[in-house]
């Protein structure tokens, strides 16, 4: 028989799905009522700005504190903290069995913190946390005043498969929830008060910032 009078196969319904193996986990969390948070912090990252000459590694101009930030940010930096390895104790699961079977408990985090204070020009070149579960991100100032309008220093997630998804023909997506960007970045536009986690493997970087104010934010490395 001819195959232009065969007849088409339909897939059933029954058992069709779509898969998404392979997910990167990556947790945007908004801090409710975080005006008084942000201003204790700012004053503490401020004046340890002014008192110290910072560090340069995955940053390209702009401050970097020493990863001491729990030692000189107070009681804001001690809160925040918390925050952040009770966010991580969410996300994490600790094998129990060889069947795979898991249960979510307290984990004795070990957490180093730095500050980062970008101006115009500034940002961070791609990087990972190694020795690290978690890392995570929160954003005391996002640079934005009251300009609506972008002013760069997005957050960079570069796919972890690499650009080969893309690479054999670039213009072509996989039209599946998830995964249209597969084997390009994916970016997030920082706000004050929000905290991102995300598996400290995951190469990232910052944009560079094109506003006129400053951008600070402080970075976290969570290991068990």
Not at 28 to 51: F, H, K, S, W
Not at 143 to 157: I, K, L, P, Y
Not at 205 to 221: C, D, M, Q
Request: charged share 20%; net charge neutral.
């Amino acid at each position: 028989m001819s195959g232009s009078h065969q007849k088409a196969l339909i897939f059933s319904d029954s058992g069709f799905r779509v898969r998404h193996l392979f997910p990167t986990p990556f947790v945007v969390a908004p801090v409710e009522d975080c005006a008084a948070l942000n201003a204790a912090l700012l004053e503490a990252i401020t004046a340890r700005a002014a008192a110290h000459p910072g560090v340069c590694r995955s940053n390209a101009g702009g401050w970097q504190s020493r990863d001491d930030f729990a030692a000189w940010s107070g009681a804001a930096g001690q809160q925040l903290l918390d925050a952040v390895g009770r966010l991580a104790d969410q996300m994490t699961g600790v094998q129990e069995d060889e069947d795979g079977d898991f249960t979510r408990r307290p984990i004795a985090w070990r957490i180093n913190a730095w500050a980062n204070v970008n101006g115009p020009g500034h940002a961070n070149h791609a990087h990972h946390h190694p020795a690290s579960f978690w890392s995570a991100v929160y954003w005391v100032e996002d640079g934005r005043g009251t300009d609506a309008e972008s002013v760069g220093g997005e957050f960079e997630m570069q796919d972890p498969r690499g650009i080969l998804p893309a690479f054999h023909a670039p213009r072509l997506r996989y039209a599946v929830p998830g995964c249209l960007s597969a084997g390009l970045s994916d970016f997030l536009v920082p706000r004050s008060g929000t905290l991102v986690l995300f598996p400290s493997w995951l190469v990232h970087a910052v944009r560079p910032y094109r506003g006129t104010g400053r951008r600070v934010s402080v970075a976290f490395n969570l290991a068990p």
